[in-house]
T-cell receptor, first 112, second 115 residues
Framework: DQQVKQNSPSLSVQEGRISILNCDYT??????FLWYKKYPAEGPTFLIS?????DKNEDGRFTVFLNKSAKHLSLHIVPSQPGDPAVYFC???????????FGAGTTVTVRA | GAGVSQTPSNKVTEKGKYVELRCDPI?????LYWYRQSLGQGPEFLIY????????DSGLPNDRFFAVRPEGSVSTLKIQRTERGDSAVYLC?????????????FGEGSRLTVL
């Protein structure tokens, strides 16, 4: 039962433009959402997070938007840079639970 | 090193064999987690340790899987009678304590291939 879904397995963006990664969830108990970035042969690394009490969180080039009514969140990367190609995972947890539910990931490529 | 260390990085075994995967967490991190990432999927929770005890093993798929953390630091994931479906990347993560934010520090993973 996939509670976190990333419906786009891949995204190609031109360098300098905006990358928008989308994530949907089904569990209404989720109240904390995270994005992880994974390079080949490395473990996922934390990128940015958002609590359900907020609808936006920004950190440098990365902004996460949360739409609770739609059970949808998105990650915006502006501008896209050559170091951004990686797999981006959306993850969620409920009630301070340590168990994260991950999406299947979106592979981002950046065109010069 | 400063990060989570996992060994071996790659393990190829035959169906029915026994396998051990080791995780050395970041020094001082009391919480340790094992996740499994199958091809084309995101990581799936297996087990969580707080100190030496397995606080939650609800993600272990069956009784062929077992994990220990005898001294509250290094953990070993043990898989008995391996099956081809066990092939995956096994990720270990640690955090300073039971973290409510979900920010985990992952190792590079151990890729298990069962022939």
């Amino acid at each position: 039962d996939q509670q976190v879904k990333q419906n786009s397995p891949s995204l190609s963006v031109q360098e300098g433009r905006i990358s928008i990664l989308n994530c949907d969830y089904t569990n209404s108990m989720f109240d904390y959402f995270l994005w992880y970035k994974k390079y080949p042969a490395e473990g996922p690394t934390f990128l940015i997070s958002i609590s359900s009490i907020k609808d936006k969180n920004e950190d440098g080039r990365f902004t996460v938007f949360l739409n609770k009514s739609a059970k949808h969140l998105s990650l915006h990367i502006v501008p896209s840079q050559p170091g951004d190609p990686a797999v981006y995972f959306c993850a969620a947890s409920a009630g301070g639970d340590y168990k994260l539910s991950f999406g299947a990931g979106t592979t981002v490529t950046v065109r010069a | 090193g400063a990060g989570v260390s996992q060994t071996p990085s790659n393990k190829v075994t035959e169906k029915g064999k026994y396998v051990e995967l080791r995780c050395d967490p970041i020094s001082g991190h009391t919480a340790l987690y094992w996740y499994r990432q199958s091809l084309g999927q995101g990581p799936e929770f297996l087990i969580y340790f707080q100190g030496t005890g397995a606080a939650d093993d609800s993600g272990l798929p069956n009784d062929r899987f077992f994990a220990v953390r005898p001294e509250g630091s290094v953990s070993t994931l043990k898989i008995q009678r391996t099956e081809r479906g066990d092939s995956a990347v096994y990720l270990c993560a640690s955090s300073p304590n039971r973290v409510s934010s979900g920010e985990l520090f992952f190792g590079e993973g151990s890729r298990l291939t069962v022939l």
